[in-house]
């Protein structure tokens, strides 16, 4: 409905309005009561930016910074008492003995990612990297946009800067925005969800009936549970804007063919390490300081990634796992040009990888140990018939369709097709096979919100 | 223009069938092929919307009535049925010959004395009487067999049919995620998937159990425990689900408990619909011979059946079977019931009074429904009701509370008729006709005597009916 009126409109500031209207309607079905939350984000943000760009054209720099930092406060503010104001009471309570009340508040759908998107406004603005945008619908516009607001990709003001105020709609950008919608929908609705029984059932079951062939199997749906649903959903995200007449960036680059850990994080969730990398790890100084204290700035940067995925220590003892790969990956080849055949460096990348999410998917420590024991086989190994029991045999050829889907061959297939005659008439029949077989995995498919939107 | 095309087609799909289903009128109120009531519309208001209610009752609404939704189900089942074949090719999953059977501690089957059949009156079980006893009840239609088979009938239930090999291979193949197909001797059913009998299992289990001893310490009830071992449940079918595990934690009951147990292949088959997960009329009177045992402590208050009525006309297929989405291979099973002299009842379901206990009639009168997957077992007996009461004049009678699941529709009328007055209670469809409903309490209000716990064993662990045990 919403694409049909955008369409109906000729202005773009009447295309922004329809824009914004349907985001807010999109976010307030989820979230009646937090939608007022997002909107005093985005006064915020404006207001702050206004402010900092008066005071920087008046040569004011102080009290531009000082806007900033009230921005920051005022950000990080909503997101601490919101996402982490429990998790710090807890803590308190289990270290002084006292028994503080907890705040028991809800998380608000997609903060974290409008929070970043804000802060990076702002941030840019007073680092005048682009224009204040004095047009309050046109940035609410921006910050609520329903494509990308719930679970990324972390789009940049930057990134769109322009096309808020001036874009281009085509029907070829249509169409290849329709394409990345259906193939994400798939990648989430048919691959993801499939895996994610899989996971859930193993993840599920007592650590002592976890045998070692289970544990790996189960381990694996993971690993590619939560790259189709993440990626599928920034698919989603991506195709949506760009029939909207939006360009974002890419959020996934086939992470798991990666070859070192530092490889697989420039091709995983690019938008949040890259807003890590452009607002917490080159301010700290990034890697041009002394070596002590750049292992210092790695370990703080992927402590706050892992907090920022969630409000449990699991998440941190995650990104403190990364940094520690990192720290050693860099110590290895600083200046040594040292490099590992790739027979050893992918297995061992991707194994890396594989128990990375096992400390994700574990919450507690109990749980990482458990798991653990389970992959080395310490609970014995599962019979057959367990995988009949548990009625995943059916699965088994998903996860030979995953491992297609994570790698670029399928892009590649259809851009050697697309030189083809008749090559476009495969494609639309291939992508209607996967928007049919898509609606009949949702109609049979409970509830399966995607992974991201808790963070 | 090709891109045009295809992007206009995707918009105008998408908006059909995301509209399409909001604005249709007539939306049915139940889908036969999965067995449930399906969303409607919730009003929308101010406050439906602030606590999500009107939302996901969108959401619920859309996917229920979904254009087409009994073939996209079909569809979805059938590739997850070809998938597994494909699968299952050449591949021998599971192969359970020679795993042993563990044995019931508690008691062997009983064997039920015939008579106490006169100075009754004979009912069809749905509280109105007949004329005489011991006359086919049936007309035309179904075929009566004759009453001598009663007594082959009752040999049977102690020895099995001999015919029917006992060490025969049970083989399973996976059909669906929540099905599986059973093969033994070339004879199938099928069978859900089933819980694992791990830890939380054990735990959840226990702390049921827990609870009926708890009940026994506070009060001064005379209780006992009937559990029924499902064919999902049995090691036969899945050899990690060893009743082995789990007999253990039953056995901390402080109250006499029995069991159906499933012990070899034929027990399977005998005593189970293949195309339902409920019991047949051979598995719900073993059952109901030993809940009379343990209730009573002898045979002889076992009441013996007039006569077998089998429904031939009607091609039972089961709840299984359209779990399956109307697609598994498998042939129907033939809907079977026992009829008993039994007393007549006033009979009362959620408070209100009731003529009778489900329709037999109907299947009598050759009236039932007869689509491909009708839930004959509860349109037969009764449907899952949170609390129905039945009332003899036999005053002199305990009173008795059965907590029970849908396994006890078939046997509710022949219970009562031991009692002066029987409530039947399912505590999870309690749950939401009496939000505080407590046993000891209810116990109390009610001037009952006597308590029956009667589960599948199922309704002990995660995700069970005793997890609203208050």
Redesign the interface.
């Known amino acids: 409905?919403i694409?049909?009126a955008y369409y109906l409109v000729r202005s773009l500031s009447a295309k922004n309005l329809i824009l914004f209207i349907g985001s807010i309607i999109f976010y307030a079905?989820?979230e009646?009561?937090y939608v007022v939350l997002m909107i005093l984000s985005i006064f915020n943000d404006y207001f702050h930016a206004r402010g900092i760009a008066w005071f920087q054209s008046h040569d004011k720099q102080n009290v531009a910074k000082g806007l900033l930092i009230s921005s920051i406060v005022v950000n990080l503010g909503l997101l601490s008492v919101f996402k982490y104001g429990d998790f710090f009471l807890v803590n308190l309570n289990r270290l002084t003995g006292m028994s503080y009340d907890l705040l028991n508040l809800a998380l608000p759908v997609g903060i974290s990612f409008y929070t970043f998107q804000t802060m990076s406004y702002t941030i840019d603005v007073y680092r005048q990297k682009v224009q204040v945008q004095r047009n309050f619908l046109t940035l609410a516009t921006y910050v609520a946009m329903f494509p990308q607001l719930i679970a990324g990709p972390i789009v940049r003001y930057a990134t769109i800067e322009q096309e808020l105020s001036q874009r281009q709609i085509s029907?070829?950008d249509?169409?290849e925005g329709?394409k990345r919608f259906?193939i994400g929908l798939g990648k989430k609705v048919i691959i993801a969800n499939q895996m994610a029984?899989i996971a859930d059932a193993v993840f599920g079951?007592?650590?002592?009936?976890r045998g070692v062939s289970l544990a790996w199997a189960g381990l694996i749906a993971y690993a590619f549970q939560i790259y189709f649903d993440f990626s599928g959903y920034s698919d989603m995200a991506i195709g949506l804007g760009r029939i909207f007449g939006f360009h974002f960036l890419e959020n996934f680059d086939y992470p798991y063919i990666s070859r070192s850990i530092t490889e697989f994080w420039r091709r995983w969730h690019i938008s949040l390490s890259t807003w890590f990398r452009d607002y917490v790890y080159i301010p700290l100084g990034g890697n041009r300081v002394r070596q002590q204290r750049w292992f210092f700035n790695i370990f703080l940067v992927w402590a706050l990634t892992g907090l920022w995925h969630g409000a449990a220590w699991n998440f941190v003892i995650w990104g403190l796992y990364y940094a520690t790969l990192l720290v050693i990956e860099k110590l290895w080849s600083i200046g040594k040009g040292r490099k590992v055949p790739v027979a050893i460096s992918y297995p061992l990348t991707m194994l890396l990888v594989l128990f990375g999410w096992v400390l994700f998917r574990s919450e507690t420590l109990f749980g990482i140990i458990t798991y653990s024991l389970s992959l080395v086989g310490y609970f014995g190994n599962n019979?057959?018939?367990?995988?009949?029991?548990?009625?995943l045999?059916?699965?088994?050829?998903f996860y030979g369709i995953a491992i297609i889907g994570s790698t670029p061959l399928p892009n590649l297939i259809i851009e050697e097709q697309s030189r083809l005659k008749y090559s476009?008439i495969f494609v639309?029949l291939f992508?209607a096979a996967v928007?049919i077989i898509s609606?009949?995995?949702?109609?049979?498919s409970s509830f399966n919100p995607f992974i991201y939107y808790r963070f | 223009l090709?891109?045009?095309l295809?992007?206009i087609l995707?918009?105008t799909v998408a908006?059909i069938?995301?509209?399409f289903v909001l604005v249709i009128k007539e939306k049915p109120a139940t889908s036969i092929l999965e067995n449930r009531s399906l969303a409607q519309l919730t009003p929308f208001s101010a406050a439906s919307?602030?606590d999500?209610t009107f939302?996901s009752s969108v959401e619920n609404t859309m996917?229920d009535h979904?254009i087409g939704?009994d073939h996209?189900?079909r569809?979805?089942n059938m590739?997850?049925i070809s998938?597994?074949t494909?699968?299952?090719k050449g591949m021998n999953?599971?192969s359970?010959a020679n795993v042993s059977s563990p044995s019931n501690p508690n008691t062997q089957d009983a064997n039920p004395t015939v008579g106490n059949q006169t100075g009754e009156s004979t009912t069809d079980g749905t509280g109105n009487s007949s004329e005489s006893e011991n006359q086919p009840t049936g007309t035309s239609s179904p075929e009566n067999k004759p009453s001598d088979d009663i007594m082959t009938f009752l040999q049977d239930l102690d020895d099995p049919k001999e015919a029917f090999n006992q060490s025969a291979q049970v083989n399973?193949?996976?059909l669906?995620?929540?099905?599986?197909l059973l093969q033994i001797d070339n004879q199938k059913m099928l069978v859900k998937?089933?819980k694992?009998f791990?830890?939380?299992?054990l735990d959840t289990t226990s702390q049921s159990i827990q609870f009926i001893n708890q009940l026994k310490l506070d009060t001064s009830f005379d209780i006992s425990a009937f559990f029924v071992q499902t064919p999902q449940e049995s090691h036969l079918v899945?050899?990690?689900?060893n009743i082995n595990s789990i007999l253990p934690v039953i056995d901390q009951l402080d109250v006499p408990y029995d069991y159906l147990a499933i012990n070899r292949p034929s027990d399977l088959l005998d005593n189970y619909y293949r195309t339902d997960h409920h019991w047949n009329h051979i598995g719900s009177y073993k059952g109901y011979r030993q809940i009379i045992k343990l209730l009573f402590g002898d045979e002889e208050a076992i009441k013996v059946p007039n006569q077998i009525v089998y429904f031939n006309s009607l091609e039972f297929y089961g709840s299984l079977f359209r779990l399956s989405g109307n697609a598994a291979d498998i042939k129907p099973d033939i809907l079977t019931y026992l009829e008993f002299s039994l007393p007549n009842y006033q009979i009362e379901i959620d408070g209100a009074s009731e003529a009778q206990y489900g329709n037999l009639q109907d299947y009598l009168d050759d009236d039932a429904p007869n689509a491909i997957g009708f839930d004959h077992y509860n349109n037969l007996y009764e449907n899952r009701q949170a609390l129905i009461t039945f009332e003899t004049e036999n005053s002199d009678a305990d009173t008795l509370l059965v907590i029970c699941d849908s396994m006890s529709n078939a046997i509710k009328p022949l219970i009562a008729s031991h009692f002066h007055r029987t409530h039947f209670v399912d505590l999870e469809l309690m749950k939401k006709l009496d939000p505080h409903f407590e046993v000891e309490e209810y116990m109390e209000d009610e001037d009952l005597d006597r308590v029956l716990f009667f589960l599948s064993f199922d309704n002990l662990m995660p995700g069970g009916s005793m997890q609203y045990a208050k």
């Open positions: 409905v694409i049909v079905w989820g009646p009561v029907w070829p249509m169409y329709v259906i029984i079951m007592g650590y002592e009936t019979p057959l018939v367990q995988w009949t029991q548990m009625n045999i059916y699965l088994l050829p476009r639309d992508l928007f609606m009949m995995f949702l109609i049979n | 090709r891109n045009r295809f992007v995707f918009v908006l069938l995301g509209i919307w602030l999500g939302q996917a979904f939704r996209w189900v569809q979805y590739m997850q998938l597994n494909f699968m299952n999953w599971l359970l399973i193949s996976p669906t995620n929540q099905l599986n998937t089933s694992i791990d830890q939380k299992a899945y050899p990690t689900n």
